[in-house]
């Protein structure tokens, strides 16, 4: 007779093993994990890839232990490799995209009217407003910053700016247009784990993200201000330009396919068409300006990446990006940190460590609290975004109800931190990407980010103040502390119906605001 298996859930120790495993590999990786070259001290390994093995190896001897089979455990991994598929494949095309745009002349263009243009003093404050317009047009802070953020890393070393003040610039305005998009998957994702609609999660996000993204732009203000222009040497960004000028047609029709992204983002057309419409585009600019290429020649350079030598070792360094082939790197990292992922799912790990935090929750702030560092812990456990957004809502939306809150006030609380803080960790699948992409680790952009930064401490902040709230029944306490009637947020009628019950009965128990005339 067959025995029934018998599954349970993992004991604390056993939920956290998995995770000290990987979180000390890293920490052991980027930090002490150095030898001295040339009197430098050096990474001797400068990957997240194994130590994301081990903790994989290290998940799966806990789901085992656990009652699942091995089988099971590879089930759980390869769901979750599925789920991220789409944003691989576009990740192979952003790199032909760069290679594209890279011979048609676009970035180098981009790179020498931004030396033409700009000056140290307010590179920062417009380098971040212009990146948040191509990232809100895109949908996409990858595509924001694998064009404009690769010219504007440039840029900025050729006005003497410090490559992770650039860096954490360009994060900021790439994950604010994205945010704000409605192209954006992670958007869309937010909106629809919280059974909210689109623009209802959107007005949301303006309420923290908005306040947030001025004072950024303040802080990059005061930042070029007081910028040592004593270290600036303008025969820097000369020798750039001149270099540029040298080997491209730099004649402003080359900008044009920029414009050809937003186009197709405007009309909507699917992630990964627009991007490939925008190859293409690169492809004939860089036959019409240029110079014509082969067949042959035209994909050895998606493949492998342009081969260009300017005469200026600077610019060949800056320019030596894109590429099909040069993206692996970061797909690797990405397959192993979803397998992870996968696999605490699968084991059992998240529901141990946070299916009962949820009934200690008292207030608002603590909900909000729990809500981001659920995401936070995501981020930098299970080392994708969509988890940092798609594991707490489930976990605490009826608590959101129960509060008589709006759903959209969930979205914007996932948003707020999983999606902002995914690229803060040189481990997960944003973070690996945009140090490739940018050539800057996130240890050290990480401090400069400040949209990513100071949006989950802004959006707590708040809320523990009893400020920036959307209640169920449609009202919204402001900054002031004022609650007005707004238009209410879609949610599923019984949430509706259940969420709003509970706010009456708070507000007749003095636990919630009352509506200001």
Same mark, same amino acid.
């Given at each position: 007779?067959?025995?029934?298996?018998?599954?349970?859930?993992?004991?604390?120790?056993?939920?956290?093993?998995?995770?000290?495993?990987?979180?000390?590999?890293?920490?052991?990786?980027?930090?002490?994990? =150095? *030898?001295?070259?040339?009197?430098?001290?050096?990474?001797?390994?400068?990957?997240?890839?194994?130590?994301?093995?081990?903790?994989?190896?290290?998940?799966?001897?806990?789901?085992? *232990?656990?009652?699942?089979?091995?089988? &099971?455990?590879?089930?759980?991994?390869? &769901?979750?490799?599925?789920?991220?598929?789409?944003?691989?494949?576009?990740?192979?095309?952003?790199?032909?995209?760069?290679?594209?745009?890279?011979?048609?002349?676009?970035?180098?263009?981009?790179?020498?009217?931004?030396?033409?243009?700009?000056?140290?003093?307010?590179?920062?404050?417009?380098?971040?407003?212009?990146?948040?317009?191509?990232?809100?047009?895109?949908?996409?802070?990858?595509?924001?910053?694998?064009?404009?953020?690769?010219?504007?890393?440039?840029?900025?070393?050729?006005?003497?700016?410090?490559?992770?003040?650039?860096?954490?610039?360009?994060?900021?305005?790439?994950?604010?247009?994205?945010?704000?998009?409605?192209?954006?998957?992670?958007? /869309?994702?937010?909106?629809?784990?919280?059974?909210?609609?689109?623009?209802?999660?959107?007005?949301?996000?303006?309420?923290?993200?908005?306040?947030?993204?001025?004072?950024?732009?303040?802080?990059?203000?005061?930042?070029?201000?007081?910028?040592?222009?004593?270290?600036?040497?303008?025969?820097?960004? &000369?020798?750039?330009?001149?270099?540029?000028?040298?080997?491209?047609?730099?004649?402003?029709?080359?900008?044009?396919?920029?414009?050809?992204?937003?186009?197709?983002?405007?009309?909507?057309?699917?992630?990964?068409?627009?991007?490939?419409?925008?190859?293409?585009?690169?492809?004939?600019?860089?036959?019409?300006?240029?110079?014509?290429?082969?067949?042959?020649?035209?994909?050895?350079?998606?493949?492998?990446?342009? &081969?260009?030598?300017?005469?200026?070792?600077?610019?060949?360094?800056?320019?030596?990006?894109?590429?099909?082939?040069?993206?692996?790197?970061?797909? /690797?990292?990405?397959?192993?940190?979803?397998?992870?992922?996968?696999?605490?799912?699968?084991?059992?790990?998240?529901?141990?460590?946070?299916?009962?935090?949820?009934?200690?929750?008292?207030?608002?702030?603590?909900?909000?609290?729990?809500?981001?560092? !659920?995401?936070?812990?995501?981020?930098?456990?299970?080392?994708?975004?969509?988890?940092?957004?798609?594991?707490?809502?489930?976990?605490?939306?009826? *608590? #959101?109800?129960?509060?008589?809150?709006?759903?959209?006030?969930?979205?914007?609380?996932?948003?707020?931190?999983?999606?902002?803080?995914?690229?803060?960790?040189?481990?997960?699948?944003?973070?690996?990407?945009?140090?490739? !992409?940018?050539?800057?680790?996130?240890?050290?952009?990480?401090?400069?980010?400040?949209?990513?930064?100071? /949006?989950?401490?802004?959006?707590?902040?708040?809320?523990?103040?009893?400020?920036?709230?959307?209640?169920?029944?449609?009202? #919204?306490? /402001?900054?002031?502390?004022? !609650?007005?009637?707004?238009?209410?947020?879609?949610?599923?009628?019984?949430?509706?119906?259940?969420?709003?019950?509970?706010?009456? =009965?708070?507000? =007749?128990?003095?636990?919630?605001?009352?509506?200001?005339?």
């Amino acid at each position: 007779m067959k025995k029934n298996k018998s599954i349970r859930l993992p004991s604390y120790i056993e939920a956290i093993l998995p995770i000290i495993t990987m979180v000390s590999l890293m920490i052991y990786i980027f930090v002490f994990a =150095k *030898k001295e070259v040339n009197g430098k001290l050096e990474s001797i390994y400068d990957g997240a890839h194994m130590p994301l093995v081990c903790g994989i190896i290290v998940a799966c001897i806990v789901g085992i *232990k656990c009652g699942h089979t091995f089988k &099971e455990m590879v089930s759980g991994m390869i &769901e979750r490799i599925t789920t991220t598929l789409d944003a691989i494949l576009i990740l192979l095309t952003v790199g032909l995209l760069i290679s594209s745009f890279m011979i048609s002349g676009t970035i180098p263009a981009l790179i020498y009217y931004g030396l033409e243009l700009l000056n140290p003093k307010l590179f920062l404050p417009i380098g971040c407003i212009i990146t948040a317009i191509v990232g809100l047009a895109c949908g996409s802070s990858w595509t924001a910053t694998a064009t404009i953020g690769i010219a504007f890393m440039t840029i900025g070393q050729g006005l003497g700016i410090n490559p992770a003040i650039t860096a954490g610039m360009v994060i900021s305005g790439a994950y604010i247009g994205d945010k704000f998009s409605p192209l954006s998957d992670t958007t /869309n994702l937010a909106a629809g784990v919280s059974k909210t609609v689109l623009f209802d999660h959107v007005r949301a996000m303006v309420s923290s993200t908005g306040p947030v993204f001025i004072i950024s732009l303040f802080i990059y203000t005061i930042l070029g201000l007081r910028a040592n222009v004593i270290n600036y040497d303008p025969s820097v960004a &000369e020798g750039i330009k001149t270099s540029l000028a040298n080997n491209f047609n730099l004649n402003p029709l080359v900008l044009l396919p920029i414009l050809i992204i937003v186009f197709v983002c405007v009309l909507r057309i699917e992630g990964l068409a627009g991007v490939m419409i925008s190859v293409f585009v690169g492809i004939i600019f860089s036959q019409i300006f240029q110079g014509t290429k082969s067949l042959a020649e035209i994909f050895s350079i998606l493949h492998y990446g342009p &081969e260009i030598e300017t005469g200026n070792n600077f610019v060949d360094q800056a320019l030596a990006k894109g590429g099909m082939d040069n993206q692996m790197w970061t797909i /690797n990292l990405i397959l192993l940190a979803v397998s992870f992922g996968g696999a605490l799912e699968r084991s059992g790990v998240i529901e141990k460590l946070f299916s009962k935090l949820k009934e200690k929750i008292n207030s608002i702030g603590g909900l909000v609290f729990t809500t981001m560092a !659920t995401s936070i812990f995501c981020d930098a456990t299970m080392c994708d975004q969509f988890l940092g957004i798609g594991v707490p809502a489930p976990l605490y939306e009826d *608590k #959101y109800d129960e509060m008589g809150l709006s759903r959209n006030y969930l979205s914007r609380t996932l948003e707020d931190a999983g999606t902002l803080w995914a690229v803060m960790f040189p481990w997960t699948a944003c973070g690996a990407y945009q140090m490739k !992409t940018l050539g800057v680790s996130p240890i050290y952009y990480f401090p400069f980010a400040f949209v990513n930064l100071l /949006n989950p401490l802004y959006a707590l902040l708040t809320a523990y103040f009893k400020r920036n709230i959307f209640w169920a029944d449609g009202s #919204y306490t /402001n900054i002031f502390g004022k !609650t007005k009637m707004k238009k209410k947020a879609h949610s599923p009628k019984e949430v509706e119906i259940y969420a709003t019950n509970q706010l009456d =009965k708070l507000r =007749k128990e003095g636990k919630a605001p009352k509506i200001s005339l």
